[in-house]
């Protein structure tokens, strides 16, 4: 009887306990899909890496699960955006996790915001502007460009926080950076289209990519972020697609799809729904399809 | 210095050889002579013009050669200036500097209500418990500024952080400070603990570490308001620790002063109040994530008094309650900004053995009391912004054992079983602030339901913490 007890008991531990995979040494919580996929590029088999969202979840709004906790407990890296991005979950994850090597200023803890120039960094912070960002706009994962100085900066964190891996990490990031810099000359190659082509944008959520192709925004449906458009705004917008037209919406895959359905019902503009990052399509496996799926599906769009 | 025209130049230049040629016989070494002369002036004075002409020019070249390398200085100096503006964009965000920069993160939350209620709140009792003397009632009828919280939160260093949380309120006239939380947090314990101190809401069951403002209804259940005075406050110490499991697995234990119901005021040494608690939580696929505990609280309150039957009476004895508690949440895909549900439930039994001491004889008679009370609660959100609620509680006066005493001697005391049915809808225009209608039917008092209506917006002014799931 009691045997049987023990022997259940050990069962039981023994599938909650080795949840982490032996082989890889470093744990890296990573925020948001295209960070894991980074940490992945450069990491390899060295890195077990978890995105604590999903491309169809919206960024700013995610709860602190216990899992994501539980996650964080364990992880010896976090890789977050920054930018106040996750401010509304990941300050209270990573202290209840009661894991001292990932708070903010340790070795532990990564914003890849630290590693760029941020843009529509806010002249006055007031709330009633909608969901201001005190640093700058953090969505800046749509330029290769940062993409690129995002992972120069995460290798250099990986092998603090990893040095028997070092080496790895810079291999891991020397074949990605070559890999990268083909497939940007492609991609610019590719847009060249794009340059200047006049767009609305759901959320602020496109600087980076407006920035990098050359898109002309001219302006968001959102009338501030975070605040959802409603009809008397989507009108206005409407006399102006008149005046100056632009050629399409742009929303990320997560967000509802309600007001640039109806915008471009009406101003005969395609909605062009982009992945937004790392599984946000079905093509946008990983950073490579991410592009390759954001410039189809802006190209199509443009046509 | 003699001016020389070019025009009269030229032509004295043309007129020589012509002048020369057409009388070479009649031309007099005189005439040579002055000729000569004049050549000679002319030279000098042409000479004398082409140096001043070459310095100019030297002196403009000069000037110009200056000016291109103050050009090129004014280059440089511009893309230094450019290079330190991107270099200050660039990484670590500029943060103010002096003495507010390490101010602590403030933030105040209004709350008001405004009520609509069928019975007098002054005579709020909840029928077949011992009174908790805790703010268990609804706030006085019509408008009511209710309680505002102030909150202010820091690192204090490497090792603790500080948190320190206020209401305000008005009684009777008079402004009320009360103090209910101020806690140090430990930053830098190793292999997942974490240690509080200080005045802090016990982490037993799940609702009772919520604030009023995260409530999902104006009031809390009757389960807590009848165990808890309606949220356990410990002044004491806490440790916790996360287990290093994929499963979310957190156990603490708690001591405390246990000055306040269900323990009462002490003057011994030591700690009068002890909880334990366990909660385990993880996901269920992309969309859902739930959070389960079980929590224990033991106290031994001497001279616990409560007013009832016109006389003051007190218990002593030992207490203990026992607390299950389960959230499950769901949002399609894991996105909870459109629409999600959530349900929410939490058991308590409690035993309370000991005496009573009856103020209409000053005797002690032997008291065992066992009593439980649950809730159950949905909320969903089922567009944008606007959620509806539903709440049910329930509670069981169960067995009573009071010695000799009978409900004549103690009336609150009267077998009775409690309940209340709340429902409520509430639209966040965004994440700080929250407006809420609640209907509930609360049959608190024996034989008499009080319908209310309650009206409540709540408002974050400032940093805002997030809130724990």
């Known amino acids: ?303 | 210095m003699k001016f020389v025209r070019p025009a009269a130049l030229c032509a004295a230049l043309a007129a020589l050889p012509h002048a020369a040629l057409a009388a070479p016989d009649a031309a007099s070494e005189a005439d040579l002579k002055q000729l000569r002369n004049q050549l000679r002036e002319l030279r000098e004075t042409y000479q004398q013009r082409i140096d001043a002409l070459e310095r100019r020019l030297a002196d403009a070249e000069a000037r110009s050669a200056s000016a291109v390398a103050v050009a090129a200085e004014a280059d440089r100096t511009a893309a230094r200036a450019e290079s330190v503006a991107k270099a200050s964009a660039e990484p670590a965000p500029q943060r103010p500097a002096g003495e507010s920069a390490f101010n602590p993160a403030v933030s105040l939350i209004i709350d008001s209500k405004f009520t609509r209620l069928q019975r007098d709140p002054s005579t709020y009792r909840i029928d077949g418990f011992i009174p908790s003397g805790g703010e268990v009632g609804p706030p006085k009828k019509g408008f009511s500024l209710g309680e505002s919280e102030l909150a202010f939160s820091a690192n204090i260093d490497h090792l603790f952080r500080g948190n320190a949380r206020f209401s305000l309120a008005e009684d009777d006239g008079a402004g009320v400070v009360e103090v209910e939380e101020v806690n140090v947090e430990s930053l830098a314990l190793p292999a997942g603990l974490k240690m509080k101190a200080g005045r802090f809401l016990s982490g037993v069951g799940y609702i009772n570490q919520q604030h009023p403002h995260e409530w999902d209804f104006t009031d809390a259940p009757l389960a807590y308001k009848a165990f808890f005075g309606y949220r356990l406050q410990n002044d004491g110490v806490q440790l916790r620790w996360v287990a290093p499991t994929a499963l979310f697995m957190e156990f603490g234990a708690e001591a405390a002063n246990g000055g306040k119901f269900p323990g009462a005021e002490r003057h011994t040494n030591g700690a009068g109040l002890w909880t334990a608690f366990a909660h385990v939580g993880g996901d269920i696929g992309e969309s859902s994530a739930w959070q389960a505990g079980l929590s224990h609280v033991r106290t031994h309150p001497q001279e616990r008094a409560f007013e009832d039957g016109g006389f003051t009476n007190a218990f002593s004895g030992r207490s203990q309650t026992w607390i299950a508690d389960f959230i499950y949440k769901w949002a399609p895909g894991g996105n909870s900004r459109d629409t999600y549900f959530k349900l929410q439930g939490e058991y308590l039994r409690r035993t309370e053995s000991g005496s009573i001491n009856y103020g209409g004889d000053g005797n002690d008679y032997a008291a065992r009391l066992r009593q439980s009370g649950a809730y159950l609660q949905a909320v969903y959100q089922f567009m944008p912004r606007w959620r509806v609620g539903v709440r049910g509680d329930w509670l069981r006066s169960g067995n009573v054992d009071l010695g000799g005493l009978t409900s004549a001697e103690l009336p609150i005391l009267a077998g009775y079983d409690p309940t209340r049915q709340s429902a409520m809808v509430d639209w966040s225009p965004s994440e700080f602030s929250r407006l809420r209608l609640q209907v509930a039917r609360d049959k608190s008092r024996s034989g008499e339901s009080d319908n209310q209506v309650w009206l409540q917006y709540v408002m974050s002014l400032g940093a805002h913490g997030a809130h724990k799931f």
């Open chain 1, 1 to 303: 009887m009691i045997d049987k007890l023990i022997l259940r008991v050990v069962a039981l531990l023994s599938v909650l306990l080795p949840a982490l995979p032996a082989t890889a040494s470093v744990n890296v919580f990573a925020t948001v899909p295209e960070w894991a996929a980074l940490a992945k590029e450069i990491g390899g088999d060295k890195v077990n890496v978890l995105a604590a969202t999903t491309a169809l979840q919206d960024p700013h709004r995610i709860e602190a699960r216990p899992s994501l906790i539980a996650r964080a407990r364990s992880s010896q890296l976090v890789v977050a955006t920054g930018a106040d991005l996750e401010i509304g979950w990941l300050p209270l994850v990573l202290r209840e996790s009661g894991n001292p090597a990932i708070q903010p200023g340790q070795p532990g803890y990564f914003e890849a915001t630290s590693a760029v120039r941020l843009l529509e960094v806010p002249a006055r912070l007031d709330r009633a502007d909608g969901d201001v960002h005190p640093g700058g706009n953090p969505h800046i994962q749509l330029d290769p460009r940062n993409i690129l100085a995002v992972g120069e900066a995460l290798t250099a964190r990986l092998a603090q926080v990893d040095p028997a891996n070092a080496a790895a990490y810079k291999a891991g990031l020397a074949r990605f950076a070559e890999r990268w810099k083909a497939a940007m000359g492609r991609w610019e190659q590719a847009a060249a289209p794009l340059r200047g082509v006049p767009v609305w944008v759901q959320h602020k959520g496109f600087p980076y990519l407006s920035a990098w192709l050359g898109l002309k925004e001219l302006g968001a449906l959102e009338p501030k972020p975070g605040v959802e458009a409603g009809s008397a705004q989507l009108a206005g917008l409407l006399e102006r697609q008149k005046a100056t037209p632009a050629r399409m919406i742009l929303r990320p895959a997560y967000a509802r799809p309600t007001s640039s359905d109806w915008m471009a019902e009406r101003a005969k503009i395609p909605v062009v729904v982009l992945p937004y990052t790392v599984g946000g399509s079905s093509e946008a496996s990983d950073l490579f399809g991410l592009f390759d799926d954001t410039l189809r599906r802006l190209l199509v769009g443009a046509k």
